[in-house]
């Protein structure tokens, strides 16, 4: 039997939705009251808790143009941990269009509006989603996406990545075990693995289809997750 996720606040998935963004000078300025809120969210287990901590130190420590390069090295080079949702599951098919679509209005029917060329499916959207909903109701629904974050957290940890304690916090959320290992302060600077090295860890990572419900809004098509990948954009 699988133990029930804790509920966290709102401001908790606000607050990830950022460190997964990528870095800007809005990041670096809301450092502190990120870590606030972390410090006082009891809906984060303690282990969570911490590893964010050491995420917010690793950003208080870096400049910005290093984040950055850190960022795009991280997770625009490879499916293994790409922040895209379908990506990890879809293929190039009607359904992942569909999907989008579906998922894109389910956003506008709770007042979140995205920019030009922002993808639903992007998980700091996603995030910023849930932070509009019940607690209990963006529990549920990121329970459905647990598989593909373990898998992100999984692929992040093997690379040494500060990154693993944002998304690893995420984890006992949607009720999935976790347990990041320690990061090595300067490992994120590290050339990341070359393309063949992605095509063997996303080898390793067999998808189930996920779907996405969206029970607070009765009315919203459910948005369906198939097994075929897509090519990269």
Same mark, same amino acid.
Not at 47 to 73: H, K, M, P, S
Not at 81 to 108: I, K, N, W
Not at 111 to 116: A, C, D, I, M, T
Not at 160 to 186: E, K, Q, T, W
């Given at each position: #039997? =699988?133990?029930?996720?804790?509920?966290?606040? $709102?401001?908790?998935?606000?607050?990830?939705?950022?460190?997964?963004?990528?870095?800007?000078?809005?990041?670096? =300025?809301? /450092?502190?009251?990120?870590?606030?809120?972390?410090?006082?969210?009891? $809906?984060?287990?303690?282990?969570?808790?911490?590893?964010?901590? !050491?995420?917010?130190?690793?950003?208080?420590?870096? *400049? &910005?143009?290093?984040?950055?390069?850190?960022?795009?090295? &991280?997770?625009?080079?490879?499916?293994?941990?790409?922040?895209?949702?379908?990506?990890?599951?879809?293929?190039?098919?009607? *359904?992942?269009?569909?999907? #989008?679509?579906?998922?894109?209005?389910?956003?506008?029917?709770?007042? &979140?509006?995205?920019?030009?060329?922002?993808?639903?499916?992007?998980?700091?959207?996603?995030?910023?989603?849930?932070?509009?909903?019940?607690?209990?109701?963006?529990?549920?629904?990121?329970?459905?996406? =647990?598989?593909? &974050?373990?898998?992100?957290?999984?692929? /992040?940890?093997?690379?040494?990545?500060?990154?693993?304690?944002?998304? =690893?916090?995420?984890?006992?959320?949607?009720?999935?075990? $976790?347990?990041?290992?320690?990061?090595?302060?300067?490992?994120?600077?590290?050339?990341?693995? $070359?393309?063949?090295?992605?095509?063997?860890?996303?080898?390793?990572?067999?998808?189930?289809?996920?779907?996405?419900?969206?029970?607070?809004?009765?009315?919203? #098509?459910?948005?369906?997750?198939?097994?075929?990948?897509?090519?990269? !954009?």
């Amino acid at each position: #039997m =699988g133990v029930t996720p804790p509920v966290a606040s $709102g401001a908790v998935y606000a607050v990830l939705a950022a460190l997964l963004d990528y870095p800007d000078d809005a990041l670096h =300025g809301a /450092l502190d009251e990120a870590r606030a809120i972390v410090r006082s969210e009891r $809906g984060l287990p303690r282990d969570a808790r911490a590893g964010l901590e !050491r995420f917010l130190d690793y950003c208080a420590q870096r *400049d &910005l143009i290093t984040l950055q390069e850190n960022y795009v090295a &991280l997770f625009d080079r490879g499916r293994a941990t790409s922040l895209y949702l379908f990506e990890h599951v879809h293929g190039e098919s009607r *359904d992942r269009g569909q999907a #989008m679509v579906d998922l894109l209005q389910t956003y506008e029917r709770h007042g &979140l509006w995205l920019r030009p060329h922002e993808l639903p499916d992007y998980l700091p959207v996603f995030l910023e989603y849930l932070s509009r909903l019940a607690p209990k109701e963006a529990r549920s629904l990121l329970a459905e996406t =647990g598989e593909i &974050l373990a898998s992100i957290a999984d692929k /992040l940890t093997k690379r040494g990545s500060h990154y693993s304690f944002v998304v =690893g916090a995420l984890l006992p959320l949607a009720g999935v075990r $976790g347990d990041p290992a320690p990061v090595d302060p300067d490992d994120d600077a590290r050339t990341p693995p $070359g393309a063949a090295d992605y095509r063997a860890l996303d080898a390793a990572w067999a998808d189930e289809p996920v779907r996405f419900v969206g029970a607070a809004t009765p009315t919203v #098509m459910p948005v369906q997750f198939h097994e075929k990948r897509p090519a990269r !954009r």
